[in-house]
């Protein structure tokens, strides 16, 4: 028997919902029954295509979304504390995690979660590179070989394809599944995939 | 004992969302154990105020929603029909809703059933005045009263008065139920704000 094949799992290292996702996910992976493919992208060029906004900069929305950040968090039992500085840029944190995962694709998961831990439990603003080099050393990687791979165009560019090819698959927003070419939006369409996978599409 | 405060329930008649709650609704509000206040809103005004557009017309998140609605409603054992003429304009259908509310509210609450099954499970177009009669009367309301009414300044005051309060409530899309000031949007939020009344707001 072949291996089933891997659920595409795409996330903004900024977006609370992709924190509680990621949180999830390996419960998830469990419960669907196929592995999934982290895959961090960067929302702006995204917001750029659709012509929309961060969330927290919309009227009204803007406000719902913090309040239901909380207790979405909550509801799934995951620990959440608002950062003071929000939503942020996080293209380091992105390449970081591609270069992890060149090497050693386990080890890039558990970057991710320390990057997504740090900001949404710890407060701490995971933009400039150098927080990302430290939180990366942290989990074991080579600190001093990331910071020299962050300047290097070559992880630029395979962080940039990586954010297109999720563009072109229609990935708009965080965390987004798709599944044998069917895509699912949001932590509250993850028990909807999961019944996707199960009946076979319904 | 007091009977317990209702909960607003605020859906667009042109929003499939907005119908799957409504088809729900009954069930719903048995859960929370607290009666609905439904509310038909105009989402013109308020994308106007928030600077979107609705849903199928955003670049990705059209498509999206597309498929969403389907799998949503069947998930939900609803039945759907894609209308082909999608959004509509639903204000005869508000004014309808609340011409019936301030004289027999049950009623009220048949027609947007009704006018909902219409439109979203027999593909027909609620826009003109004239079918928001035909299906006011079928419910067995006064249609020739509901046709003078429809043209009475009093009525289009009164739906635009619930539209704009609906705004200042924070309401921005459809369905929206608001318990005790908590906001919640979605029919993916119910079993949240089930959860929320059930907890005391944990």
């Known amino acids: 028997m072949s291996s089933p094949a891997p659920v595409d799992f795409y996330f903004e290292f900024s977006s609370p919902y992709g924190y509680i996702a990621s949180q999830l996910a390996d419960g998830f992976e469990r419960g669907i029954g196929r592995p ?51 939503p942020i840029n996080t293209v380091a944190a992105a390449r970081a995690f591609y270069w992890a995962h060149d090497q050693q ?20 603003d995971i ?42 698959h229609g990935v708009f927003g965080s965390p987004f599944f798709v599944i044998d070419g069917e895509p699912f939006w949001g932590v509250d369409r993850m028990p909807m995939a999961q019944r996707w996978v199960k009946t076979g599409g319904w």
């Not at 694709?105 to 701490?124: G, M």
């Not at 910071?147 to 297109?164: G, H, I, M, N, Y």
């Open 105 to 124: 694709p386990a080890k890039a998961r558990e970057l991710a979660k320390a990057l997504y831990r740090a900001y949404f439990t710890e407060n701490r």
């Open 127 to 168: 933009t400039p590179p150098a927080t990302v080099v430290e939180i990366a050393r942290s989990v074991g990687l080579d600190g001093a070989a990331l910071a020299t791979a962050l300047e290097d165009p070559a992880l630029k560019e395979r962080t940039k394809r990586e954010v297109d090819a999720a563009i072109a």
């Open 36 to 86: 999934l493919a982290w895959r961090p992208i960067l929302l702006g060029p995204v917001f750029k295509m659709t012509g929309t906004a961060p969330l927290v900069s919309i009227p009204l929305k803007g406000d719902y979304a913090k309040r239901d950040f909380v207790r979405t968090a909550k509801m799934h039992g995951v620990p959440f504390r608002a950062p003071d500085v929000f």
